[in-house]
């Protein structure tokens, strides 16, 4: 039987600070009906001045290995490599993850970062997977971790309705293909012709550090809304079929969809694309908001929580983001103890 990926625990974890709708229109030109009605958002949570995305990974990282713990015994928390999915990370240099890893006890195993905005969990995903197929790792800890509200523009209305902070996390480990849990296949893709329309422009070796402040607002997050709604639901949607066409599964087949969660109005369109029912479709996005690399873990988090996500339940994770950059996996849901 061939060595795959099986997911064994999942976990999560949110900043105290919770911004509702009502919150944001004092402080800026919006109100609860807009933000509601165009992006299906009620609230967001912040980090605290001083709270970085290492924090929220670290937490996060526990509570999924404390679940594994719960699901598969003491020995099921002993991972042997660390995957983070982030674009806030702590510093620009060097990675995030050794230091995660480093906190949680973890020892001198492998950890790096990937970067690949609201797609940077399926790429870690995949990536830990195939480390895990190969025989390079046994266990792995995957982790998306994201504090976009320490990058957004403050008086920029639109990027501050959408994004939130938090992280979501899940271990994995070796095993067979017909066990509950098995990542069955992944479909990854990229289009760089679409790079400036998710960006932050300053800071890097293209805009160089200057000994003043960088100009016009270019170190903060910037978004092309429109073309970026167009592109998550074609690529979401092209990516989902193909990878549904790869295993032999059908839309109506899949029992529950977890998207990244970027504007229900994505969501929607991406099951109308797919033929979906409602019912197909997880969405924690109004209480979370776009989370980017944490979506699609804390997701499945509060679908497990809430009985949404049932063991044998026929799953498919898609996500889309900058870079441009999209990713889809599959899964049938295993029994899992969770927090
Ligand atoms: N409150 C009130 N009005 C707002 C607003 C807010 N928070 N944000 C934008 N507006 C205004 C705009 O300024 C514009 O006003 P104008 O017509 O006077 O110029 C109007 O609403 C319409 O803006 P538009 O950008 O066309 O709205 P939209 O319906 O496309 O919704 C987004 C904007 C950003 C919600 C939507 O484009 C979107 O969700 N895009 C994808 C975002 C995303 O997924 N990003 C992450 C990708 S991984």
Same mark, same amino acid.
């Not at 912040?46 to 990974?57: F, M, Q, Y």
């Given at each position: ?5 099986? *997911? %064994?625990? *999942?976990?999560? &974890?949110?900043? &105290? ?11 800026? #030109?919006?109100? #609860? ?57 702590? +510093?620009? %240099? ?23 905005? %609201? ?5 870690? @995903? ?18 998306? &971790? ?44 990229? #289009? ?81 694309? @797919? ?7 997880? &969405? ?17 988090? #509060? ?10 339940? +026929?799953? *498919? ?6 870079? @441009? ?15």
């Amino acid at each position: 039987m061939s060595r795959v990926a099986v *997911l %064994c625990g *999942l976990g999560g &974890a949110l900043p &105290a600070t919770a911004v509702s709708n009502e919150e944001l229109a004092e402080q800026l #030109d919006t109100s #609860d009906r807009w933000i509601r009605t165009r992006t299906g958002i009620g609230r967001r949570h912040v980090v605290a001045p001083g709270e970085a995305t290492s924090d929220l990974a670290v937490a996060a990282g526990r509570d999924a290995l404390a679940s594994a713990r719960r699901t598969g015994g003491e020995d099921a928390a002993g991972v042997d490599l660390v995957v983070l999915a982030t674009s806030t990370p702590d +510093r620009p %240099c060097p990675a995030t993850a050794p230091d995660v890893a480093h906190r949680l006890g973890l020892g001198t195993v492998p950890a790096f970062d990937v970067s690949a905005v %609201c797609t940077g969990f399926v790429y870690a @995903l995949a990536a830990a997977a195939s480390m895990i197929t190969a025989g390079v790792a046994e266990r792995a800890l995957v982790i998306g &971790a994201d504090t976009f509200s320490t990058i957004l523009d403050p008086a920029d209305r639109t990027t501050r309705a959408i994004f939130g902070d938090g992280a979501g996390a899940v271990v994995l480990r070796a095993g067979g293909a017909d066990e509950p849990g098995a990542l069955l296949g992944f479909d990854l893709g990229s #289009d760089g012709s679409g790079a400036d329309l998710i960006t932050v422009r300053a800071g890097g070796s293209r805009q160089r550090s200057t000994p003043g402040p960088p100009g016009d607002g270019d170190h903060f997050f910037t978004m092309d809304g429109r073309p970026v709604f167009t592109r998550a639901v074609l690529d979401m949607s092209r990516s989902s079929q193909a990878l549904l066409d790869r295993i032999g599964w059908t839309p109506a087949e899949v029992d529950k969809v977890v998207a990244h969660q970027a504007n229900i109005r994505i969501l929607n369109a991406v099951g109308e694309q @797919l033929g979906l029912e409602e019912k197909q479709i997880v &969405a924690n996005l109004d209480r979370v908001g776009n989370t980017v690399a944490a979506s699609i873990p804390l997701a499945l988090r #509060d679908a497990a929580a809430d009985g949404e996500l049932r063991p044998g339940h +026929r799953v *498919l994770l898609t996500g889309f983001g900058g870079g @441009l950059t999209w990713g889809s996996a599959a899964l049938v849901w295993p029994a899992l103890e969770t927090g």
